[in-house]
Antibody
Framework: EVQLVESGGALVQPGGSLRLSCAVA????????LHWVRQAPGKGLEWVSL????????YYADSVEGRFTISRDNSKNYLYLQMNSLRIEDTALYFC????????????????WGKGTTVTVSS | EVVLTQSPATLSLSPGERATLSCRAS??????LAWYQQKPGQAPRLLIY???NRATGIPARFSGSGSGTEFTLTISSLEPEDFAVYYC??????????FGQGTRLEIK
């Protein structure tokens, strides 16, 4: 069964840091690009970041560029999101998601999602 | 950045009725558009990709159409489990990947 499980969400003060993890199982991990998407309470979906299948390229939303870093460990089947200089507006449920369809490329469709991990930024 | 505008914001229909949801892009995305369904407390589920291709396991009552800047998701005959929030998403002109603001499909 294809499965993505996020962890690492917590309550953190503004300016603080957090690292999210996403454990992946059920497909050949290093064949697919991976995304982080977030959803603020009661709001819509916001794409955060993407890392290509081999980790060679990363992309970010302007709202997190320079503060967040996406990475992956293809030997452990893990995806990460290092979040620094956190702001109140980063409060959200963070999902990791698998890029769809074709291997070893970016398709930008998200066909398998985790259940999410909650990040709350508050003093 | 490509802005996706979904309409209506809320759609009130009864089971068995036909639902038509719209998504308009601020610039052409060719056919690089997807639709997702999200129920309360759940992650989104991919329904349609490349504007008209159903994802694995998606019932045939869901169909997508359109290209360029105008797209439509149609649910031919609503089942009780179809009442949810629906998002469109483009992956053509990126980064960033962008989502629409969502359409809430509620029971009338």
């Amino acid at each position: 069964e294809v499965q993505l499980v996020e962890s690492g969400g917590a309550l953190v003060q503004p300016g603080g840091s957090l690292r999210l993890s996403c454990a992946v199982a059920g497909f050949k991990f290093d064949d697919y690009s991976l995304h982080w998407v977030r959803q603020a309470p009661g709001k819509g979906l916001e794409w955060v970041s993407l890392i290509t299948w081999n980790g060679g390229n990363t992309y970010y939303a302007d709202s997190v560029e320079g503060r967040f870093t996406i990475s992956r460990d293809n030997s452990k089947n893990y995806l990460y999101l290092q979040m620094n200089s956190l702001r109140i507006e980063d409060t959200a449920l963070y999902f990791c998601a698998k890029d769809c369809c074709e291997t070893s490329m970016v398709n930008n469709y998200l066909d398998v999602w985790g259940k999410g991990t909650t990040v709350t930024v508050s003093s | 950045e490509v802005v996706l505008t979904q309409s209506p914001a809320t759609l009130s229909l009864s089971p068995g009725e036909r639902a038509t949801l719209s998504c308009r892009a601020s610039q052409s995305v060719s056919s690089y558009l997807a639709w997702y369904q999200q129920k309360p407390g759940q992650a989104p589920r991919l329904l349609i990709y490349d504007a008209s291709n159903r994802a694995t396991g998606i019932p045939a009552r869901f169909s997508g159409s359109g290209s360029g800047t105008e797209f439509t998701l149609t649910i031919s005959s609503l089942e009780p489990e179809d009442f949810a929030v629906y998002y469109c998403q483009q992956g053509s002109n990126w980064p960033p990947v962008t989502f629409g603001q969502g359409t809430r499909l509620e029971i009338k």
